[in-house]
Nanobody
Framework: QVQLVETGGGLVQTGGSLTLSCAASGRTFNRYGMGWFRQAPGKEREFAAAISRSGGSTYYADSVKGRFTISRDNAKNTVYLQMNSLKPEDTAVYYC???????????????????WGQGTQVTVSS
């Protein structure tokens, strides 16, 4: 069982930056690939970024590539999402998730992920 808690959301102007954090419970954090997903009002949840158990592999949705950076600190059981050059269309609830993947594998498929956080709201004003 893994419990995930996201923090760091908030209100930011277009072009601004935010860093989201996701803290995981337990001592098995490094057994999981991690991902960030988001859901805007009236839309389905979509993939944003993923990172492998080792941290050596990352994967981004085209919509965030070059602006967002995912990273993890296995010693702190935490995964991060650094978001730069934010746009109004980035407004959404952001969720982190954990998937039992092989060491260097990343996944953008929600069905891969077994554990989800409660989400944190990110609002980008125009």
């Amino acid at each position: 069982q893994v419990q995930l808690v996201e923090t760091g959301g908030g209100l930011v102007q277009t072009g601004g930056s935010l860093t989201l954090s996701c803290a995981a419970s337990g001592r098995t954090f490094n057994r999981y690939g991690m991902g960030w997903f988001r859901q805007a009002p009236g839309k389905e949840r979509e993939f944003a970024a993923a990172i492998s158990r080792s941290g050596g592999s990352t994967y981004y949705a085209d919509s965030v590539k070059g602006r967002f950076t995912i990273s993890r600190d296995n010693a702190k059981n935490t995964v991060y999402l650094q978001m730069n050059s934010l746009k109004p269309e980035d407004t959404a609830v952001y969720y982190c998730a954990a998937a039992p993947l092989d060491y260097s594998v990343v996944s953008g498929a929600p069905s891969t992920y077994d554990y989800w956080g409660q989400g944190t709201q990110v609002t980008v004003s125009s």
